[in-house]
């Protein structure tokens, strides 16, 4: 009887290991921000970054493939962003320097939020930074800031979480 179990666990822990896509669409559905936020989502696209799309215009090519998804909600929250640092690029201490900085030239206007990942912190009330484990960490953000922006975002990074 103990096998089973211990396969169970096995492949939870499995599960839990993976490595967050370099695509954001594929690490969250509409219908999973919907339900954490009660809202009407339209399905996510990806978008380049507005400085992938300043170098290809000075270049004279399109865009590669952004590292962003973008959830349309019409709700007051606008639309929702999922983001991730190519692989590659994804490093634990990226996000650590980042973190440092932001509380260093901003004091009082970011906030640690506990019971998300290794380690999380909302920016301004609508960008919520989350590392999950290693190299692996997202920024998830609201288009307009809501009283309960930084609820919704911990929901949905929690799902995150638990995927990852």
């Known amino acids: 009887m ?17 490595s967050l896509p370099d695509n954001p669409c594929e690490i969250l559905e509409a219908t ?3 339900i954490a936020g009660q809202l009407v989502v339209q399905p996510g696209r990806r978008v380049p970054s507005i400085l ?11 865009p590669a493939p ?8 019409g709700a007051e929250f606008g639309s929702i962003t999922l983001s991730v640092v190519p692989g590659a690029e994804r490093k634990a201490a990226s996000y650590r320097e980042a973190r440092e900085r932001y509380f260093r030239t901003y004091p009082g206007s970011a906030r ?10 909302l920016a301004g009330g609508t960008s919520l930074s989350v590392l999950i484990r290693n190299d692996q960490y997202f920024t998830l953000s609201t288009q307009q800031y809501q009283p309960e922006s930084g609820e919704l975002l911990a929901k949905i990074a929690r799902l995150i979480v638990a995927k990852y």
């Open 112 to 121: 640690p939020i506990s019971g998300t990942g290794e380690d999380a912190w």
């Open 66 to 73: 952004g590292q962003i998804c973008v959830f349309e909600t």
């Open 52 to 62: 992938e799309e300043v170098e290809a215009q000075r270049q004279r090519r399109p």
């Open 2 to 18: 103990r096998a089973p179990v211990l396969v169970i666990v096995l492949a939870a822990f499995a599960a839990s290991q993976r």
């Open 32 to 34: 999973d921000i919907a």
